[in-house]
């Protein structure tokens, strides 16, 4: 840490992080601002990525993480294909946002999975173990259990433990990530001594709220950058993860049954997983190509985030399978399985990794609006 002017420091360590966290060359950014004039949602006030680069190489921790900017990049790559200097603007945005996920955590456990590929991959295999564990420890896995002729995975995992599990897994999440959320907006607005936010302006700024929702829900300020296909591909995504996560969290009662006839929710689980197959296979041999802009620089936690969601669709496809086949003894075993899957990766996406950004992105959106409404207060 070194002090560069009075009350500020630079903190040397914040160019490295964000290097090993994506950034490829941005050292070799000479500060021409051509990434900042081609970038479609950088507007007066909120401008990138070129401030920020200029923050990150400059080692100014506190400028960086109190700028919401990051969040408003949705990695289309248009800046990096006018970059002179090659060095990847577009990339260094989405290093910067792993960064900031990893500055909200107050765990710290976030910046050890997105430097060391080792404790991801260590904390899924560990968190699938305690999985396999509760099974064992809750005499599940009992034999005798499954030895029936017809597959009833409602006597196997009865939808009351489901739905404890569920209600512990989803509050432990939302704790995490509604504390680093708090974090963010500590970050952004209560420790920014430059601006001060009247407590009125967060009610009548309820337009943000409803832009920010939009957001969420359609990411349609994507359709400001030239690839439009990914963007497209991207609100397939959600829909896949958002109607599945609906499917088991709320609807488990009508999900999880173990006759074969066809319902709403069995069509819906049927779209959300080919939604959810179609997207990463699409992004991985994407990346695998190196195809598109975007795609060019991987991340390890990129490829597992693919991987894992790769690996919770087509476990569930097997799971479905030999249910239909009733083919009792396999589909438990499946089932065992595709909890030790989605389970750890809900775990380590949702707060520490690739998944906060959903409610990190409306939030940054509705805070950066009030926090420029506020300027303007002030002036
Ligand atoms: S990242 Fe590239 S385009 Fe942006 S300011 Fe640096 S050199 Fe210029
Ligand atoms: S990747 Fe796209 S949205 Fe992000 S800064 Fe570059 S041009 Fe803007």
Same mark, same amino acid.
Request: glycine share 0%; proline share 5%.
């Given at each position: 840490m070194v002090t560069v002017n009075q009350g500020v420091t630079a903190n040397t360590e914040v160019f490295e992080d964000i290097k090993k966290m994506g950034a490829f060359d941005v050292s070799a950014c000479m500060n021409c601002g051509l990434c900042t004039v081609t &970038?479609?949602? $950088?507007?007066s006030g909120n401008e990138f990525p070129r401030k920020l680069i200029r923050y990150a190489v400059l080692g100014l921790d506190e400028k960086l993480v109190s700028h919401p900017e990051p969040w408003l990049c949705y990695y289309c790559g248009d800046c990096s294909d006018q970059c002179p200097s090659e060095a990847e603007p577009g990339e260094f945005m989405m290093a910067t946002r792993r960064y900031l996920t990893s500055r909200y955590d107050w765990t710290g456990l976030s910046k050890r999975f997105y430097l060391s590929e080792k404790w991801e991959i260590g904390a899924l295999v560990a968190l699938a173990l305690v999985f396999l564990s509760i099974f064992v420890v809750s005499n599940l896995l009992d034999i005798s259990r499954m030895q029936g002729d017809n597959v009833s995975i409602d006597t196997f995992a009865p939808i009351e433990w489901i739905h404890l599990g569920d209600i512990i897994l989803g509050g432990t999440l939302a704790f995490l990530l509604l504390t680093n959320a708090f974090r963010m907006y500590y970050f952004i607005i !209560?420790? #920014?001594? $430059?601006v001060k936010v009247p407590i009125k302006l967060y009610f009548t700024e309820i337009k943000a709220y409803i832009f920010a929702g939009l957001s969420l829900v359609t990411?349609?300020?994507? !359709? $400001? &950058? #030239? $690839?439009?296909s990914r963007w497209l591909k991207h609100l397939i995504l959600v829909t896949g993860y958002v109607t599945i996560f609906s499917l088991v969290v709320v609807f488990i009662d009508t999900f999880q049954v173990d006759d074969t006839r066809w319902d709403i929710s069995s069509l819906l689980g049927y779209y959300a997983t080919a939604a959810l197959l179609f997207v990463t296979l699409e992004a991985m041999w994407s990346r695998y190509k190196k195809k598109e802009q975007m795609h060019k620089h991987s991340h390890a936690s990129d490829w597992l985030f693919l991987i894992l969601l790769f690996l919770t669709a087509t476990s569930g496809i097997f799971l479905h399978l030999s249910r239909l086949m009733n083919l009792a003894y396999p589909s438990y075993i499946i089932y065992v399985i595709h909890i030790m899957i989605a389970g750890p990766m809900l775990i380590i996406e949702v707060p520490f990794g690739k998944w906060s950004h959903m409610l990190y992105r409306p939030l940054a959106i509705y805070l950066s609006m009030v926090k420029e409404k506020a300027k303007t207060i002030v002036n």
């Open positions: &970038c479609p949602l $950088s507007i !209560l420790n #920014d001594k $430059s990411q349609y300020r994507w !359709l $400001s &950058c #030239d $690839s439009k």
